[in-house]
């Protein structure tokens, strides 16, 4: 599958999420699955980055340390461009060192 | 603080507004929402950025905040492709990091009705940042919320535009280190999202699964498995909490 195509079916599965929302403003759903579904991003986003930082090469210790600062940052600061700034000066830095 | 509408009824059973209302209530949640461009605008540089260290056509990059818009989707998006995961996998992925936009939009269409044509619009222009934003501003309304989420589309797609030009720049993004952007963009959207017991749980239980199945299967579907897994203890942990709210609850 072509990049394009992804893109598209992409925007479609994620328009779709957002339009049944929308469609189904009068259904009730069950406080268990609405209490899971909250914590669905978070879990995911977890994963992701755990993931992106793992079982990588050499690099990537010092891309671990640049991320674990750079979740202190973040929280320190709320701010995204504090946390994105702040763990590449930071990967920089580790690798002018090393 | 709230609109002063003219009398009438919809068929949804809801007043009507006269455009000049509409475009009024537009421009304030267009306008409340430019602070959060401090927000998005490195965000999506940093997804342009990581599109273009991927492989990612500019074109592709930019055509993809066009239409999906959505900073986790589409990171994640970037990140899987580099990986070669497969297309079923990036899809269940996308889907999962917008799981939460239901719940939104299902609040959203609770205190709006909207027809047809209003549900489309503000389908398309939904994020959490604008329906809070939106909320904020005085009572929920469909033009409010679409004036919002236009104001973040404008700045993720700004943000988007300089990182795709920045990224062509950079000989070997790589060699610089640009491909933890993306790690790096996940983080600045999950923390502000960390603030309970159970979604430290949700993290730790999260983090602890997908280094377990990155041993045995491949690393997109080991994130679906500590998606799935991390929610459920997230979920756990808050029904012995009940003073905790979950994400969406505490909004």
């Known amino acids: 599958m072509t990049t394009l195509v992804i893109v598209v079916v992409m925007a479609g599965c994620v328009f779709a999420v957002r339009l049944s929302g929308f469609i189904a403003a009068k259904a009730t759903i069950p406080a268990a699955w609405e209490r899971t579904l909250g914590y669905v991003p978070i879990a995911t986003l977890t994963a992701l980055v755990v993931a992106s930082v793992s079982g990588r090469s050499n690099e990537m210790s010092l891309g671990i340390v640049a991320v674990g600062l750079a979740a202190g940052i973040s929280y320190l600061t709320r701010k995204t461009w504090a946390c994105i700034v702040g763990g590449m000066l930071v990967y920089w830095l580790l690798q002018f060192v090393a | ?251």
Not at chain 2, 118 to 126: C, D, E, I, T, Y
């Open chain 2, 1 to 251: 603080m709230t609109q002063q509408l003219p009398a009438g009824e919809q068929a949804a059973g809801h007043p009507t507004r006269q455009p000049s209302a509409d475009r009024t209530l537009f421009v304030r949640g267009f306008v409340a929402m430019m602070p959060m461009w401090t927000g998005a605008i490195p965000v999506g540089l940093a997804y342009g950025l990581a599109a273009r260290s991927a492989g990612l056509g500019a074109i592709e990059s930019q055509l993809m905040s066009l239409l999906v818009f959505s900073a986790a989707a589409q990171i994640s998006a970037v990140s899987l492709i580099d990986d070669g995961a497969p297309t079923l996998v990036l899809l269940a992925t996308t889907l999962l990091l917008n799981v939460q936009l239901l719940l939104i939009g299902l609040a959203a269409g609770r205190e709006t009705r909207p027809g047809w044509p209003g549900r489309l619009s503000g389908a398309f222009f939904l994020t959490e940042g604008a329906f809070g934003v939106a909320a904020g501003i005085g009572r929920l309304t469909l033009p409010s919320l679409v004036g919002a989420g236009a104001s973040m589309y404008v700045s993720w797609n700004i943000g988007t535009a300089l990182g795709v030009t920045v990224g062509d720049a950079i000989p070997d993004p790589r060699g610089i280190g640009i491909d933890l952007v993306a790690p790096l963009a996940f983080l600045a959207v999950l923390v502000p999202l960390v603030r309970t017991r159970p979604a430290v749980v949700t993290v730790v239980v999260a983090a602890a699964i997908v280094l377990a199945l990155r041993q045995v299967v491949p690393s997109g579907v080991a994130v679906l498995g500590a998606g799935l897994g991390g929610s459920l203890a997230g979920a756990w942990a808050a029904s012995w909490r009940r003073s905790d709210l979950s994400p969406e609850e505490s909004r």
